[in-house]
């Protein structure tokens, strides 16, 4: 079962999200919170395998919260996915480097919102479906200056090639199309490059292609 946590300050948007991942034969809603700081409290106490967590909450919001939850060692299996009423809240560009494994609009359809669940668990979902390629254009925009391929020297010729189109917003398929490889060598590149940088997640991972200087915003057409 994947255990889900609610993090919202609405109690009827916590209602809606629960009455439909606990629909789920493999999910169940593990617990919620109404603020960052009973996030946090949760987190700890429960250890749910993914967190639906509001930018804006109360005491202590989404983005502090994520940064305490992924700064924590005995945290790291969990995965955060921050909530937001617009695509591109100026607030999700931070929550990515801050360890959130992407994020999902409220109004996102009721099978969109559990195929991410269960592909974040997976390590393959990265942003709210339908909108990828903008929002990573938009965020590589804001980024800061490439910090140097330094720390790719450890990397493959062919994982940064691969590291470069996760950057890009490509699917394992689409991956595996470009390279003429299968889906599952494709997978085992990226899982090889992340396990190499350190990262947490894909979403990481696009991160230090844009910071590293492999990817540009030109880039994505």
């Known amino acids: 079962m994947i255990r889900v946590l ?6 009827l948007v ?12 493999d999910i169940e809603v593990a617990g919620e919170a109404a603020d960052g700081a009973e996030a946090l409290a949760a987190v700890r106490e429960l250890r749910p395998d993914v967190v639906l967590m509001d930018i804006r909450m109360p005491r202590l919001d989404g983005l502090a919260a994520t940064r305490r939850i992924t700064g924590e060692p005995g945290l790291r299996d969990v995965k955060v996915v921050m909530l937001t009423t617009f695509e591109l809240d100026e607030y999700v560009f931070e ?17 969109e919102l559990v195929r991410a669940v269960r592909a974040v668990v997976e390590g393959d979902a990265l942003l709210s479906p339908g909108v990828t390629r903008r929002l990573i254009a938009e965020f590589a925009a804001r980024s800061k200056q490439p910090a140097g391929a330094g720390e790719l020297a450890r990397l493959t010729e062919r994982e940064r090639e691969v590291m470069a189109l996760v950057g890009m917003g490509l699917s394992n398929e689409e991956i595996a199309r470009r390279l003429v490889v299968s889906p599952l060598t494709a997978k085992t590149h990226v899982s090889r490059t992340m396990v190499k940088l350190g990262a947490r997640d894909r979403a990481q991972l696009v991160v230090l292609a844009y910071e590293a200087g492999l990817v540009r915003p030109g880039w994505l057409g």
């Open 6 to 11: 609610l993090a919202d300050d609405q109690s």
């Open 14 to 25: 916590r209602a809606g999200f629960r009455a439909l991942l606990d629909a789920q034969p």
């Open 95 to 111: 929550a990515i480097r801050s360890g959130a494994s992407g994020f999902l609009v409220k109004d996102t359809e009721p099978d």
